[in-house]
């Protein structure tokens, strides 16, 4: 028996991980956003997602070629652009996460300012 209008799509999956992530299931989270990615290779949220949750497990190199996926996707992502700065702060590539919070904030990420005054200056 199949149900009518069950079909799951990206969005669908990047909200799952999302929710995952705030309740910490982070394996959980993991699978989600790499089914988003799966069904949409061009799912830019989805990759900005498993970026942060990578960061969360310290994967950081793992992070950074996401949250890049992320941008080459929508040089706009303020989002994708913070969650970078952060990783590449933690990095030790302090000039040029400085650089990516900055961009964060001219996309209109205002956080990104706090951040810049913590990890920055």
Known sequence: MSVIGCT???????DQGTAKSKLQDFQGAMNAYNKAIELDTLYEDAYTGRGAVKALLYDYRGALDDLNKAISINSKSKYAYYDRGI??????????????LSKAGELGDMSAYNAIKQLCN
């Open 8 to 14: 799951q799509t990206a969005k669908d999956y990047t």
């Open 87 to 100: 990783v590449k702060i933690n990095m030790g590539m302090k000039e040029s996460g400085c650089l990516d």
